[in-house]
């Protein structure tokens, strides 16, 4: 979080790299979205202004352009910084994160959460560099440690995997309860 | 009396007791590994506890809210790294003080400010309750409305020299809240014809996004690193006795933190400046500052430290919260359906002094535990953290996929959480989407539900309560606009507001 004290740096003149990039990408989109409100809200006959169900999606993206556009004139009046484009990349780079999260999304409900979280935590640990066995087992003993607290203990919501039904019959209900 | 021993008697359970400790341990452990900090681990943990007891479920979030900031001073204080962002102020003195051969003092003193700070603010709110209990019933639809819009003001304000974005992005949070089917007359708003859009963006989503898969992200994509603090040997309850010696910093620094930490919108940034600056200013030897001053150091931790207590009278008597980790947990409350407010106060008084018990025992549970394992709790600052981005991205996944088990809000969240990276990358704010979303959403149905009152604009305001906020509305944003304005004429006019 940031805020305001002694310690955050101000966005004043020389700003960070990338500033402008995304300044103008809200900008576009607060106005593309606040010219689709007759279309995306409706009008309700006999109804005050304050109480028609636009009344607030306006207020959020008229203040949202407004804003908008008074930061992208601040971030573009004073001489930009340079690096814009490697700050661009640093967020799309990001993505592949995105991307490997999504896919452990997508393996759980298949292979079941015990498996899918253990295959998850060691391939990201890979991907990352850390080679040496005791690191992998660290990140295993992690992936075990969250799923046993989580689910086990916790019982939160994660369904079982497909591939728990091909399992013996009490084996199959423990690791669909537990694991 | 009787009031104490039925909050007592709802504390004296297992689950209860077990929650205190978790809760308490588990947040100072999670503020002193750099990185991860309260918001992350609230928002990994909502979801979990809305099958808990409210009591239970609550006394773990308070735990880890009120205890994290006393674990960030620890590798704020070693390594010059703030644990959470708000200790970033300790390092200006803590560090220096560590690095001069002093870093037991420097604990010592961290720990002994923090716990002061803490016990001050929870005194100030029991002592406040009845006056809150009081007064407020007398807040109706438009006395929240304006409450919660003064939120939204001050948090755009606090935001000094980046006020364009902060109003930006609490516009967008704002936004965001309205998607999905309207309450009243059952439309659609900004679904795009899209099923998944209809119910809505959930606000778990929003914040694990943000804080939880945004700080996996940055840590992933950033190199490791690997601190190494020493040892550290000594006392550390020498602090207490030291704290008596600057006893009107402390006082003045544990005020501030409750009077801000009640402001919606303010929170601990500013709490700790005012404080700082105080401490700078009334000082024998200002010059110290910076380089391990101890009323530094005190003001800091006192002040962040007084927060937690002071945030939850906003949120438990008006049903407003102040900053994101209380908006976190007005969503617990939702779901097991106590609405804070005028009435909680009215019905369930036991209910909020049972809060209060917990907030004052989590201080001491911390004290006790730091005062022994400081030095265990140092292994954990060394873990690698791209290692610790694999461990938040694990664990966000069962925050969000937990909550319904579906795949959009998953997708939503790393939408969100790459949102939240580009924000973190450009220092720019996390806080107001969060706040513009939960209080612009509370605006919405007041502002409804009072106007079938109001038949001019002046009736909105003719209550007394109602006029001091909007006066005080006006103040803020008149001094706001006055200050910037005399600023821009010293520097020449070249800076925003």
């Not at chain 2, 106590?338 to 907030?359: C, E, H, R, S, T």
């Not at chain 2, 400081?374 to 600052?381: A, E, S």
């Not at chain 2, 038949?455 to 006055?482: N, Q, S």
């Amino acid at each position: 979080m940031s805020g305001p004290g002694p310690n955050r740096k101000t966005s004043g003149p020389g700003r960070r790299p990338g500033d402008v990039v995304f300044a103008a990408f809200f900008l576009v989109v607060s106005l593309l979205l606040l010219s689709q409100l007759g279309n995306e809200t409706k009008w309700v006959q006999g109804t005050r202004g304050f109480a028609q169900p636009a009344f607030w999606p306006a207020v959020g993206l008229v203040g949202m352009s407004l804003f908008a556009c008074l930061h992208f004139l601040g971030t573009v009046l004073p001489s930009g910084g340079k690096g814009h484009v490697r700050e661009t990349v640093f967020w799309f780079r990001s993505l592949e994160y995105a991307i490997w999260f999504m896919a452990y999304v997508w393996i759980v409900p298949l292979i079941g959460y015990l498996p899918a979280t253990l295959f998850f935590v060691v391939c990201l640990a890979l991907r990352n560099g850390y080679r040496d066995p005791p690191m992998l087992l660290k990140a295993a003993g992690m992936g075990v440690v969250i799923v046993v607290v989580f689910k086990g203990l916790l019982s939160v919501k994660i369904p079982g995997g497909q591939l728990y039904e091909h399992l013996p019959d009490g084996m199959r209900n423990f690791m669909l309860l537990y694991l | 009396m009787d009031l104490f021993l039925s909050s007592l008697q709802m504390l004296a359970r297992w689950d209860v007791i077990a929650a205190l400790f978790i809760g308490s341990i588990g947040g100072v452990i999670i503020g002193a590994i750099p990185g991860v900090g309260a918001a992350v681990a609230i928002a990994i943990l909502l979801p979990a506890t809305f099958s808990m007891d409210p009591i239970v479920g609550l006394t773990v979030l308070l735990g880890i809210y009120g205890s994290s900031m006393y674990g960030g001073a620890i590798p704020a204080i070693l390594i010059n790294t703030p644990g959470t962002a708000v200790n970033a102020l300790t390092t200006y003195d803590g560090h220096p003080m560590a690095k001069n051969g002093n870093p037991g003092r420097a604990l010592s003193l961290a720990y002994s400010a923090s716990f002061f700070g803490g016990i001050f603010s929870v005194i100030s709110l029991v002592l406040l309750s009845q006056l809150l209990a009081v007064i407020a019933p007398h807040f109706g639809s438009r006395e929240i409305f304006l409450a919660a819009l003064l939120g939204i003001v001050l948090v755009v304000l606090a935001h000094r020299g980046q006020v364009f974005s902060a109003g930006m992005l609490a516009c967008f949070g704002i936004f965001l809240g309205t998607v999905g089917l309207e309450p009243v007359k059952y439309t659609r708003r900004f679904t795009f014809d899209q099923t998944w859009l209809a119910s809505g963006i959930d606000l778990i989503v929003v914040v694990l996004g943000l804080f939880a898969l945004s700080q996996a992200f940055l840590l992933l994509v950033q190199g490791d690193e690997r601190p190494r603090p020493g040892r550290v040997t000594g006392g550390l309850l020498a602090g207490l006795k030291e704290l008596l010696g600057f006893k009107r910093v402390a006082s003045v620094s544990a005020s501030f933190g409750v009077l801000m930490g009640m402001i919606p919108g303010v929170g601990e940034f500013t709490a700790q400046f005012l404080s700082y600056t105080y401490a700078q200013k009334t000082s024998r030897e200002p010059d110290r500052f910076g380089k391990g001053a101890p009323e530094g150091l005190i003001a800091s931790e006192t002040a962040n430290n007084a927060i937690p207590a002071a945030a939850m009278i906003p949120l438990l008597a008006l049903g407003i919260p102040g900053e994101a980790l209380t908006a976190m947990m007005l969503s617990v409350f939702y779901v097991h359906n106590v609405i804070p407010g005028p009435q909680l106060f009215a019905n369930q008084l036991d209910f909020v002094m049972a809060l209060y018990i917990a907030l004052f025992l989590l201080n001491i549970i911390v004290l006790v535990f730091l005062i022994f394992s400081t030095n265990g709790i140092l292994r954990l600052v060394r873990i690698p953290t791209r290692f610790l981005g694999t461990l938040i991205l694990a664990l966000g996944f069962v925050g969000v996929y937990s909550l319904r088990n579906s795949m959009t809000d998953c997708a939503m969240a790393a939408g969100f959480g790459v949102f939240g990276l580009i924000l973190k990358r450009l220092q720019l704010p996390v806080v107001p989407v969060v706040l513009g979303m939960v209080l612009g959403g509370i605006m919405e149905v007041k502002l409804r539900s009072s106007m079938a009152r109001v038949k001019t604009p002046l009736d909105f305001i003719d209550r007394p309560i109602a006029a001091m906020i909007f006066g005080l509305i006006v103040l803020v944003i008149g001094i706001h606009l006055h200050t910037s304005w005399k600023r821009r004429k010293r520097n020449g006019y070249t800076t925003g507001p």
